[in-house]
């Protein structure tokens, strides 16, 4: 019997979008790491992942902005069994029938839920998905890769996309100190 499980999240208010990635039986211990910089980087509120092979690898090989010290990395039985409550589950995948991300308008609330980097999400989840979207490219991209396009473009479509200096002097390396002359 699957046990579901309740994901802590971040306190936020009642406007704030929640952001949950699943990852399905992920097999590259630094392509996880790699969505976890990307999870920090776009506010993402927590990450599951399915299957065994993650949980065998030793620790994260580029999660250079330590997210997975802000952001829960939880592994779960079952990623449909773990969608928060009010989140719609969206599948991002080379699935045929599929809408092509920059035709997508992406809900408040989502879990997207991406396949592993050598196979795919099962039918039985795509099955229960509110949305199933690819990203149109020819030849397929790795997990990492797909995940941040996918909150990218969210991002991009979302009301708040707009940055200033305060979010680049925020975000930038220290070693980073270059501006552009007026």
């Known amino acids: 019997m699957t046990k579901k499980i309740k994901v802590p999240l971040k306190q936020k208010n009642a406007d704030s979008a929640e952001i949950t990635l699943g990852l399905t039986d992920p097999k590259s211990p630094s392509n996880v790491g790699a969505v976890m910089r990307a999870a920090g980087c776009y506010q993402v509120d927590s990450v599951l992942y399915s299957g065994v092979r993650y949980a065998r690898a030793a620790k994260f090989h580029t999660d250079t902005q330590s997210a997975s010290k802000k952001i829960p990395l939880i592994g779960v039985e079952s990623l449909v069994e773990s969608l928060p409550e009010g989140s719609k589950l969206i599948c991002v995948d080379l699935i ?8 997508f308008v992406h809900p408040k609330n989502a879990m997207y839920v991406f396949g592993p980097e050598d196979g795919t999400i099962s039918q039985a989840v795509i099955d229960k998905a509110d949305a199933v979207v690819y990203i149109p490219t020819n030849g397929c991209m790795n997990l990492a890769a797909t995940v941040n396009v996918l909150l990218y473009d969210r991002l991009a479509k979302s009301a708040t ?11 930038r390396d220290t070693n980073n100190t270059v501006k552009v002359k007026q």
Do not use: F, N, Q, Y
């Open 96 to 103: 045929e029938g599929a809408v092509p991300l920059p035709a």
């Open 161 to 171: 996309a707009v940055g200033d200096d305060e979010l680049i002097r925020k975000s």
